[in-house]
């Protein structure tokens, strides 16, 4: 079986020719098993669609089978995300771990992991850290690398290779039976401009946002579930539309709450409450809490995990179970397999988390009190009522 980790910020071409490419390279009979991001992505901002949405999206263009990745783990750093989501393929049964990277070149990434996970290593990026007061975790990480392993360490530099390594370093350190395989990345890079059908995700939001088509950049079946979203008014391109609900959620809280923050030490917490406290708007607070030491995409995760009630400690075991957001025919013959097998709960109905422990459903919880945030941004006010996620079952294809 062939395990993906995503967020599908829409589904586009690139990610259907990923699944393809696996298929071909690795082979697939028992399918192609999805974790995925819900509501919120790990660089702390809202998804365009749903997780409902986007996770047909994703089985109507080859995906088998779509999980949730719970909250926590969506806004964690990319160990957290990665750790999250490679625990929960690996209790699907995934051998092989399929993902993008700039390389290509597993043997590399490997040693990368391998590398980052010595005692050593971390050692020497925290006396960097102690020496050099402004310099970022990543920055230091890299240079401790570079020094150490040459010109394979400039590969840490490359942000799918990032998550490469994160992907691996989890298989390694939770001794998981999985092979990663590693595919190279084509089309434009992570942020940057790309040709006509080959664009990136990032690319085709702001298409989105900007009100121009995005037809032939993502495959027609997942166009298809987009426009039907739109139709609906529950297209969320713009994040602003959610601004004065992040702003009254932030505004709420007291300086102990924001220490209490996933990543809120070395003074972080206080100084984004500080932001909170004297800015009027909210790119206002996320560049008056940002410094050279704290990169944008944290500053933006911290403010998220304030409004959605996400506190440090949250994300440090694996997920409790398995949410089911859609399913093809293969994938519903892989839920009937696994079905009472394995230690770990798999959720078809959300009303079945009311039969598990009460960690599961306070964190169930916590993902359906999201989702009521997240709606809030719809264009359709009668799209906006609270407790969809409570009501909504896996989309079945």
Known sequence: MIGIVCEYNPFHNGHAWHITHSLQEIGGDEGVVCVMSGDFVQRGEPAVYSKFARAEAACRCGADLVIELPLPWCLSSAEGFARGAVSLLAAFGAGHLAFGSETGDVKELEELAQELLSADINR???????????????????????????????????????????????IYDLH?????????????????????????ASEIRRILLYGDSIRGE???????????????????????????????????????????LPDAGDGLGRRLYQAVRREAGYDAIL???????????????????????????????RPPYARVLAAGEKGRELLRERSGKGELPILTKPAAVRQLSRECERLFELGANAHDFYVLGYPSQEERRPGEDWRTGPRIL
């Open 287 to 317: 560049a008056a809490a940002r410094s050279k030491r704290y990169p944008l995409s944290r500053i933006r995760r911290m403010c998220l995990c304030a409004c959605l009630g996400v506190t440090a400690g949250m994300s440090e075991e």
């Open 176 to 200: 998981l039976e999985m092979e990663p395989f590693a595919i190279t990345r084509e089309g434009s890079l992570h942020d940057g401009a790309g040709r006509p059908g080959r664009r990136s």
């Open 218 to 260: 993502v495959p027609e079946a997942a166009l298809a579930v987009y426009e039907n979203e739109r139709r609906l008014g529950r297209e969320l391109k713009d994040r602003a539309e959610l601004e004065q609900a992040i702003l009254s959620r932030l505004r709420l809280f007291d300086e102990a709450y924001y220490s209490r």
């Open 124 to 170: 020497e990026i925290r006396e960097l850290l102690s020496q050099t007061p402004n310099l970022s975790f990543a920055a230091a990480r890299q240079m401790v690398v570079e020094r150490r392993m040459g010109e394979t360490g400039k590969r840490l530099a490359q942000p799918n290779n990032i998550l490469g390594v994160e992907y691996i370093k989890a």
